[in-house]
């Protein structure tokens, strides 16, 4: 697979894309607390990997990014957009896009529908005009069907366009998911886990195109993922959480090096109590959606 | 390439941009053939069978309007209503009170009619009963699946005590009868012009046959035509995933509300066709049995696909009619009166077994089932004839969506 494509000459960050701030966020279910005042910045352009053990809050702060959860306190903000006080819906709309880990797609319909909900916040028709099939409804499919294909053709799905997802296999559905969040033309990428369950060549694969995606379209990417050597190949900045609190923020060489971050996913050896560890384990593991 | 936004890089990296459909394209001419060939055969139907067949098709048609519409709702978005038997009633009586005449009933109570144009009765009775949807919409909106199916089931009793009470307007337990149809002068009554084609008499049954047909013919395209685009896609985005379908941008409140208002829509006018067909309206028309009928229509022809729709509502509808008619015919089944199992009891039983069939064998529905005999007369590697052996081996034989995930590797 050759890197270097056709148009990936531009290396600059686009100019519109502004920094995420992440500004002492908390979220609690009851006593438990997912995230306990967790913040860091997102430069613009940027790849920023969350990193963390099982029941870090990986999820949840994805969670709070995209909307989903309510942050109990603190405040997420994107450019002028608070997105902490914004609904899923319009945090797509000011060009926000997730994948999620366990693949949400609809199995029924084929990859370019799929795909084509990803356009939903940038095209119009309603119930009226889809239904009677008015001529701006029927424009509106064929100008984005274009786009559609282009982003499937990035990802190596063109020639799967018109397959129903639920037939592909993991990978497939896999890379459907990223690009369905690609037809959002987001700002600001959410990747939770993309290469999950993926073999190596796959991940490979993957981590080529989130360089190529951040390459072409100069957009910033927060990815979640334990696969640690593609954390550390392929991210500008890592933030690193334990039990909800965030323990380092760094290049993925200071990180590295940090003894917080040894100590949290191997163990110190001077834990005094391990029963008391193991419960908050246990009850921290609030971070997976449905 | 694209002027809508920076391209990614890498768009022209395939270079196999697969001509996906070429597969499919003797199939392509013969379906619309087929679908010519069986529209010229409803138009001229009413030339060589009898009233009661005619009958049948317009009381199908009726049904098949309101399957539609709840297919839409509970089908393509997920959430269960038990309500369409209120907005039935909803069209039914509106169209009955906007078109009907004032006119004594017995002694007591006396009936009301606007006496309007039937054609204004039957749209103020599709925008009434789409006002109902509205007004429930906020409910709609905010619970899901089953939640919304008992917060839904309180509009059927509330709708049955109206009919019941409100006498002036819908008959009371009586019911009362409905207004002939009839558009801009030509009645769709017996006579009144007298018609005649090719020397066949066309009488109510006839004339019916064919409002019936257009009717379901404009309800079945409008929501094939929804679903294929934009807001089909999020309907259907919405039951599989409501939190993705939020993410990728759509509002769900909203679209949960438009689409209860889009099904309460074709329930008024399913509602109206109802009482067409009947000829009068009555409480017991609109109970809980009507919700579950339309229920049974639905699963039974296949959740989510219009066609499916289509076709359960013209099973259930139809069946316990044709039992009825023949019922000196068939074996075990009587007219009413006779001892044996009456038609109407006799159908539900057939209903109920057939549910059960598809619950177990073919979960989509009599749609699924014509799906699965097309599939097996198409090449297999339907789609994508340019893919690679290895890609047409990954497909599994059945539509289930379970893949072990190293398969991806082998796709390139």
């Known amino acids: 697979m050759s890197a270097a494509a056709p148009g990936s000459t531009r290396d600059t960050t686009r100019d519109d894309v502004p920094p995420v701030e992440v500004d002492g966020v908390s979220v609690a279910f009851g006593a438990i607390k997912a995230l306990n005042d967790v913040s860091f910045t997102v430069a613009p352009g940027s790849i920023h990997a969350v990193i963390g053990p099982n029941g870090a809050g990986k999820s949840t702060l994805f969670n709070v990014l995209s909307g989903v959860y309510r942050a109990t306190s603190g405040e997420v903000r994107f450019g002028d957009a608070v997105l902490s006080s914004m609904r899923p819906f319009q945090i797509a709309g000011v060009g926000v896009a997730r994948a999620f880990q366990n693949i949400a797609l609809s199995g029924a319909q084929t990859v370019a529908e799929n795909l084509m909900l990803g356009r939903h916040h940038l095209t119009k028709a309603g119930f009226l005009s889809s239904g009677l099939r008015l001529p701006r409804a029927t424009r509106e499919g064929r100008v984005h069907g274009e786009r559609i294909r282009e982003i499937a053709e990035f990802l190596d799905l063109g020639d799967k366009l018109h397959t129903p997802v639920g037939v592909l296999s993991y990978g497939d559905q896999k890379r459907v998911e990223v690009a369905r969040a690609l037809c959002i033309e987001p700002r600001l990428l959410l990747l939770d886990e993309p290469v999950a369950g993926m073999n190596a060549q796959e991940t490979e694969r993957m981590a080529g195109a989130i360089r190529e995606i951040r390459a072409a379209l100069g957009i910033s990417v927060i990815l979640v993922e334990h696969d640690m050597g593609m954390v550390m190949s392929l991210a500008d900045r890592v933030t690193v959480l334990d039990f909800g609190r965030r323990i380092a923020d760094g290049t993925p060489a200071q990180v590295q090096s940090d003894p917080e971050v040894i100590r949290a996913y191997l163990g110190s050896g001077t834990e005094t109590d391990p029963a008391e560890a193991a419960a908050a384990h246990t009850t921290d593991a609030t971070g997976s959606p449905a | ?412």
């Open chain 2, 1 to 412: 390439m694209s002027d809508t936004l920076s391209a990614p890089a890498g768009a022209t990296r395939t270079g196999a941009a697969a001509p996906a459909r070429a597969a499919r394209s003797p199939m392509r001419f013969l379906k619309p053939l087929l679908l010519l060939a069986l529209l010229a055969l409803l138009l001229v139907l009413p030339l060589y069978v009898e009233e009661f067949w005619l009958r049948t098709g317009f009381a199908v048609a009726g049904a098949i309007v309101g399957a539609i519409g709840l297919n839409l709702l509970v089908g393509t978005t997920g959430q269960l209503s038990l309500a369409h038997a209120f907005f039935l009633a909803v069209g039914a009586v509106s169209y009955t009170f906007i078109s009907g005449e004032s006119g004594g009933l017995g002694t007591r109570a006396v009936l009301r009619g606007l006496g309007l144009p039937p054609i204004v009765g039957m749209v103020v009775g599709v925008l009434l009963a789409g006002l109902a949807g509205l007004l429930f919409s906020p409910i709609a909106a905010r619970l899901r699946g089953i939640y919304l199916g008992v917060a839904s089931l309180g509009l059927v009793f509330i709708g049955v005590h109206v009919l019941n009470t409100w006498t002036p307007v819908t008959g009371g337990f009586n019911g009362r009868s409905v207004p002939e149809f009839s558009l801009f002068g030509f009645s769709f009554g017996n006579d009144d012009p007298q018609l005649f084609v090719l020397g066949v008499p066309f009488r109510e049954a006839e004339r019916l046959w064919y409002l019936g047909l257009v009717l379901a013919l404009a309800a079945y395209v409008f929501a094939r035509n929804l679903l294929r685009s934009r807001p089909g896609r999020a309907l259907q985005t919405l039951r599989d995933s409501e939190v993705a379908a939020s993410v990728m941008g759509v509002n769900v409140q909203a679209y949960k509300a438009r689409v209860f208002l889009v099904s309460s829509m074709y329930a008024g006018l399913s509602g109206v066709m109802y009482a067409l067909s009947i000829g009068s309206i009555a409480p017991e028309s609109f109970g809980l049995t009507v919700s579950i009928l339309y229920l049974a229509m639905i699963v039974l022809g296949g959740l989510g696909s219009v066609a499916g729709a289509a076709l359960g509502a013209a099973f259930v509808t139809a069946l316990p009619l044709v039992f009825q008619q023949f019922a000196d015919v068939l074996p075990l089944v009587s007219s009413p009166g006779e001892g044996g199992i009456a038609a109407g009891i006799a159908a539900r039983y057939l209903f109920g077994a057939a549910v059960i069939l598809v619950v177990l064998f073919e979960p989509g529905g009599l749609a699924g089932f014509a799906n699965r005999f097309r599939r097996r007369g198409r090449a297999p590697g339907r789609g994508s004839p340019s893919a690679s052996p290895a890609s047409a081996a990954d497909r599994p034989t059945d539509t289930d969506p379970s893949d072990p995930p190293a398969q991806g590797s082998s796709t390139r």
